[in-house]
């Protein structure tokens, strides 16, 4: 019988704790989202989402230097919830409640689960927002991006399941 520390968790405890450790990264950085505004920055990403909503060309007669994938994402969030700043920072603050999921599940291969648990809030304590503005920007996404395409990949290890290099390839190429 092995410690408390280092036994394995059930299924249900697993996906338990995965939604925890998401929501409390996600409602930690909704409430940083929400208290400043950075006009020129936030802007960008507003002014992008918005031209392609109202299906004008991206690059043209709009500060915008960034790929596609991000202004797609952030007007198709525009178009289920309406058009202010707000949702693009809520957006953002749920791609960051996703990406601690997603690093507990990868850092839980090589740690116990509890200790993968501690090391992603942690990580969260080095987030930028909590020193500048909360800016919904690209990496956000590009993190989440990469990590799936990690997770993938380890799954991949795993079980050998040919699809799952399918996933990968995508999420890598986003």
């Known amino acids: 019988m092995g410690s408390i520390f280092f036994r394995k968790s059930d299924e249900a405890t697993t996906v338990f704790f995965g939604i925890i450790l998401g929501l409390i990264v996600f409602f930690f950085a909704a409430i940083f989202s929400r208290l400043n505004?950075?006009?020129?920055?936030?802007?960008?990403?507003?002014?992008?989402?918005?031209?392609?909503?109202?299906?004008?060309?991206?690059y043209i007669g709009n500060l915008y230097y960034y790929g596609p994938l991000v202004p797609i994402l952030n007007a198709s969030g525009i178009l289920i919830f309406g058009k202010?700043?707000?949702?693009?920072?809520?957006?953002?603050s749920a791609c960051y409640g996703v990406i601690a999921i997603l690093l507990w599940r990868i850092w839980a291969r090589f740690l116990p689960e509890w200790l993968s648990g501690i090391t992603v809030l942690f990580s969260f304590l080095l987030a930028p927002f909590l020193y500048w503005e909360f800016l919904p920007w690209s990496s956000i996404y590009s993190l989440l991006f990469?990590?799936?395409s990690l997770y993938f990949s380890i799954k991949w290890i795993e079980t050998?399941?040919?699809?799952?290099l399918n996933l990968v390839g995508i999420f890598a190429a986003l």
Request: net charge neutral; hydrophobic share 60%.
């Open 160 to 164: 050998k399941i040919y699809g799952l």
């Open 146 to 148: 990469l990590l799936l």
């Open 84 to 92: 202010h700043l707000l949702v693009l920072q809520l957006m953002a």
């Open 37 to 58: 505004v950075d006009v020129h920055h936030q802007g960008i990403m507003f002014a992008a989402a918005m031209r392609v909503l109202n299906g004008e060309p991206l």
